[in-house]
């Protein structure tokens, strides 16, 4: 579980904002939404479905969409670095 104040993936005002939330909760609980664009809440989409193909061959459960997310960034926070020029990156463990 996360603690964390409003989250925003994509705060780009010509870019249309969806929002998926319920996956992050800020300290007192309550859930967090995440705004994201077109093209990320497809990508996230396409995800879902190639993991989910796989999770029914295994007799397992399909995932949500925020279910996915969530545990994207349950796995990928921890490693979030900011480069010297000011750009996040994700290093592997």
Same mark, same amino acid.
């Given at each position: 579980?996360?603690?964390?104040? !409003?989250?925003?993936? @994509? !705060?780009? +005002?010509?870019?249309?904002?969806?929002?998926?939330?319920?996956?992050?909760? @800020?300290?007192?609980?309550?859930?967090? @939404? &995440?705004?994201? !664009? !077109?093209? #990320? $809440?497809?990508?996230?989409?396409?995800?879902?479905?190639?993991? @989910?193909? *796989?999770?029914?061959?295994?007799?397992? $459960? +399909?995932?949500?969409?925020?279910?996915? &997310?969530?545990? *994207?960034? #349950?796995?990928? &926070?921890?490693?979030?670095?900011?480069?010297?020029?000011? #750009? &996040?990156? *994700?290093?592997?463990?």
């Amino acid at each position: 579980m996360y603690t964390c104040g !409003t989250a925003h993936v @994509n !705060t780009c +005002p010509r870019a249309h904002m969806y929002y998926l939330g319920e996956f992050l909760m @800020n300290g007192d609980g309550m859930a967090t @939404n &995440v705004r994201l !664009t !077109t093209a #990320e $809440q497809e990508a996230i989409r396409q995800k879902a479905i190639e993991f @989910n193909k *796989i999770l029914i061959k295994q007799g397992k $459960q +399909p995932m949500r969409d925020s279910e996915l &997310v969530h545990k *994207i960034l #349950e796995k990928s &926070v921890h490693c979030a670095r900011l480069s010297e020029s000011g #750009e &996040v990156i *994700i290093e592997s463990e």
